[in-house]
T-cell receptor
Framework: QKEVEQNSGPLSVPEGAIASLNCTYSDRVSQSFFWYRQYSGKSPELIMSIYSNGDKEDGRFTAQLNKASQYVSLLIRDSQPSDSATYLCAVNKNQKVTFGTGTKLQVIP | EPEVTQTPSHQVTQMGQEVILRCVPISNHLYFYWYRQILGQKVEFLVSFYNNEISEKSEIFDDQFSVERPDGSNFTLKIRSTKLEDSAMYFC????????????FGDGTRLSIL
């Protein structure tokens, strides 16, 4: 089982729609969870961090964490073409961050 | 906004040569990291560093790799004898006081081994 698992996509959504990105992780004692956005050829850019069960909202982004199910998600409301990128789920345990392979999101104008 | 800076942006090296990649973390950050990303693959953890010593390292970080904080601002990754498979983007990252805080990434160094 992969440590951090994401659907590679591509996930295509029309402009203005909600994009839903999912991630599961295998280590139950993981401590913190992050979503990064990576444009092609660029470095990962932090979008959201979440540490406890429930929802966390920041502008158009909402991160959801369910530790019992070992599941993290990211919702992007009112998707824009500029949101088209690869979204990386990252899980932290004891100063070691493990990334998923990323989900490629395409927002169609 | 403070940022992590990496130099050089692109390094071309002959196989077997030593290479040093440089990073300046964000000034008030205490935890430092190196990652690599082979073209088309996922970001892979190499090493974390705190209080002048390695905290965690991955299986990738073998005896060919070393890290150093030679002064109060720089953080370096050295690869002693490069192999073709070391060709990748290398990212430096840093985070604040707590080890589980978000990590902020530099723009990366593209390392090409010939």
């Amino acid at each position: 089982q992969k440590e951090v698992e994401q659907n590679s996509g591509p996930l295509s959504v029309p402009e203005g729609a909600i994009a839903s990105l999912n991630c599961t992780y295998s280590d139950r004692v993981s401590q913190s969870f992050f979503w990064y956005r990576q444009y092609s050829g660029k470095s990962p850019e932090l979008i959201m961090s979440i540490y406890s069960n429930g929802d966390k909202e920041d502008g158009r982004f909402t991160a959801q964490l369910n530790k019992a199910s070992q599941y993290v998600s990211l919702l992007i409301r009112d998707s824009q073409p500029s949101d088209s990128a690869t979204y990386l789920c990252a899980v932290n345990k004891n100063q070691k961050v493990t990334f998923g392979t990323g989900t490629k999101l395409q927002v169609i104008p | 906004e403070p940022e992590v800076t990496q130099t050089p942006s692109h390094q071309v090296t002959q196989m077997g040569q030593e290479v040093i990649l440089r990073c300046v973390p964000i000034s008030n950050h205490l935890y430092f990291y190196w990652y690599r990303q082979i073209l088309g693959q996922k970001v892979e953890f190499l090493v974390s560093f705190y209080n002048n010593e390695i905290s965690e390292k991955s299986e990738i970080f073998d005896d060919q790799f070393s890290v150093e904080r030679p002064d109060g601002s720089n953080f370096t990754l050295k690869i002693r004898s490069t192999k073709l498979e070391d060709s990748a983007m290398y990212f430096c990252a840093s985070s604040e006081r707590l080890s589980n805080q978000p990590q902020h990434f530099g723009d990366g160094t593209r390392l090409s081994i010939l």
